[in-house]
């Protein structure tokens, strides 16, 4: 039987080329496929396996002194949702383009918002009336698929542009009301909640573990709508058999949880598509007029 799982810590790491190499080997030796990250914040990673390889590959990844109490979400898939391994060392976990503004202890993140567990969003909820603001640490193309109930959702493509989207005036009106950042596994949010901290937002709070341990707790029947974006051959993920739909296909808008890519090569761009709209020739709406004149 095969799982995935996810997995992210920050925490020095001296010599991150030495840990992508007993990463690497680790992984190949286990027959594993998927991504993962190092960098002198952490590491950062999503596998597929056979459930006793990945269950030999935690073991030995907690030998690590700095990475001992990392925690793995397991969630269900196959290797084979992977196309092969890739374990690269990069500046940041996450690229926010934002390495000397982040430090992080064994702790984690310096000066992050305070972690919530998700029975610990509702009760923020209950003591605030409701009055929580929700602020989608994803790409806004992830969250067009699912978000929580009247999330905040930027305008941003990639992880780099929040940095610029939070500094605008026009969000200086929530800078005194909580806050509470996510994103898929709670890795982005730990990042966007120091940067809204340094942008003077006061009340800020993180859901720790992100979306997936919030569907493990409540699945359809709490505060998050619709399906869940992830980055591999599954592209999007149902917590329950009554998950609501409100993705809308980019050309006829019939609701969808479907992803394809643009068909022309030099775009590629992911885009929400119906089974009735989409094919081999599933163009974004800038490249098809210039590819059918």
Partial sequence: MQKIILFYKFTPLKDPEVVKLWQKNLCESLGLRG????????????????????????????????LKDIVFKWSDG?????????????????????????????????GGGQHLKPEQLHELMDKHNGEVVFVDGRNAWEASIGKFKNALVMDVEH????????????????????VVTYCTG?????????????????????????????????????????????????MSLNASDHTRIIGECTHCQNKT??????????????????????????????CQPELVS
């Fill in 35 to 66: 991504r993962v990250i190092v960098a002198t914040q952490g590491i950062n990673g999503t596998l597929g396996g056979d459930i006793k390889d990945l269950k030999a590959y935690i073991r030995q990844t907690k030998l690590h002194p700095g």
């Fill in 78 to 110: 196959k290797r084979e949702d992977f196309p092969r391994l890739s374990v690269k060392v990069r500046p940041e976990l996450v690229a926010f383009n934002a390495a000397d503004k982040i430090k992080v202890d064994s702790k984690g993140v310096v």
């Fill in 159 to 178: 992880s780099r542009d929040f940095p610029e989207a939070i500094a605008d005036p026009k969000y200086d009106s929530l800078k005194d009301k909580p």
């Fill in 186 to 234: 709670g890795i982005r949010c730990e990042v966007l909640s120091k940067l809204m901290k340094d942008e003077g937002f006061k009340d800020v709070y993180q859901l720790d573990g992100g979306i997936v341990k919030y569907l493990e707790a409540y699945g359809d029947d709490g505060l998050w709508i619709c399906s869940l974006f992830v980055f591999d051959e599954r």
């Fill in 257 to 286: 949880s479907n992803y394809v890519n643009c068909a022309n090569k030099a775009c590629n761009k992911l885009l929400l598509a119906c089974e009735s709209c989409a094919g081999d020739e599933f163009y974004c709406r800038i």
